[in-house]
């Protein structure tokens, strides 16, 4: 893979590539994430509509909405008959409210895999990981986010096969603490099954720490990326 196909694979925002009949050629990572949501046609559908009369690239605003995607605008682009592509441009879906995080700088990375290693232990379970490698170490409370770590790896290995664990940017986001603006980024785990009488516990330990999740099909701890 090219750093060129790194950048697009690693990309927050949905790419989709399709042939003439509707069916998907290309697609990058966070696109997989969303067929979670919704079906190739209806995003064939949406390239369709959206695309330019001639050959050629055309973006539109727009909201839309499937499952705990929000866009607020498309690209689609063609230059034959045979392939169509479409990007969707995510919003900002949250706001963050806690105060800056302290503790000791840490790798995400270490951290994560500790507690899926844990969690793997006596379980047919199968966990699937999608980090973006690119990440600093970054200051937090590590004892307080491995027990919300194991939190919901403990909720969601009830009645599922796979559990997916994402680490990536969320590319335009940023919080402010003390006037200095800090980019973010997500540990997002996913699963089919998520049981949301369990979520209350969880939501409730997150904010007792200051620590943000985001519980909205999927359970989602955003995190600011202070180095120093």
Not at 115 to 137: G, H, M, Q, R
């Amino acid at each position: 893979m090219t750093f060129e196909q790194k950048w697009l694979e690693y990309d927050y925002n949905p790419f989709i590539v399709f042939n003439e009949k509707g069916k998907i050629t290309s697609l990058n990572a966070e696109a997989q994430f969303l067929l979670g949501f919704t079906t190739a046609q209806e995003l064939f559908e949406l390239a369709q509509t959206h695309a330019s009369v001639n050959f050629g690239f055309k973006t539109t605003f727009l909201q839309l909405n499937y499952g705990r995607y929000t866009f607020f605008g498309v690209t689609v682009g063609y230059d034959n008959e045979e392939e169509i592509g479409l990007k969707l441009y995510q919003a900002p879906s949250y706001k963050l409210t806690t105060k800056k995080p302290e503790g000791e700088l840490v790798n995400i990375y270490s951290i994560v895999d500790l507690c899926i290693a844990s969690n793997s232990i006596n379980t047919n379970v199968v966990f699937k990981k999608e980090y973006d490698p690119t990440i600093p170490d970054v200051i937090i409370d590590s004892n307080n986010l491995i027990k919300l770590l194991n939190k919901i790896y403990l909720l969601c290995k009830v009645d599922n096969e796979i559990i997916r664990t994402k680490i990536f940017y969320r590319v335009g986001e940023h919080i402010k603490f003390d006037e200095k603006k800090y980019s973010l980024f997500s540990i997002q785990i996913s699963t089919q099954n998520l049981h949301e009488e369990k979520l209350a516990e969880i939501k409730l330990f997150a904010q007792e720490h200051d620590l943000y999740i985001d519980t909205t099909k999927s359970i989602t701890i955003n995190i600011p990326m202070i180095t120093a």
